[in-house]
Nanobody, 116 residues
């Protein structure tokens, strides 16, 4: 089993920054890609950013140039640095891990609120 615990959410004004962290425990050797997703009220959950075990990254077009995903395999952590935040970034952000067996694991979510 794999457990994910997020931290770092909160409220910020537009233009501000936040950093989300996710600590992974359990069968971490089985994890390949990790990422961050978000879900705004009334909307479907969407991919924000993903990073492979080797460090390759991919971002949603809406966050390119503003968000940076990073991973520390030695600490079993994945972070999401968010800058130039916009009100439309308001959502619950979820950490995600994908195992080599293609099983997905999710954190409990952390709220990010950006006010105009």
């Amino acid at each position: 089993q794999v457990q994910l615990v997020e931290s770092g959410g909160g409220s910020v004004q537009a233009g501000g920054s936040l950093r989300l962290s996710c600590v992974v425990s359990g069968s971490i050797f089985s994890i390949t890609a990790m990422g961050w997703y978000r879900q705004a009220p009334g909307k479907q959950r969407e991919l924000v950013a993903v990073i492979t075990r080797e460090g390759s990254t991919n971002y949603a077009d809406s966050v390119k140039g503003r968000f940076t995903i990073s991973r520390d395999n030695s600490k079993n952590m994945v972070d999401l640095q968010m800058k130039s935040l916009k009100p439309e970034d308001t959502a619950v952000y979820y950490c995600n891990a994908l195992s080599f067996a293609r099983r997905e694991y999710w954190g409990q979510g952390t709220q990010v609120t950006v006010s105009s």
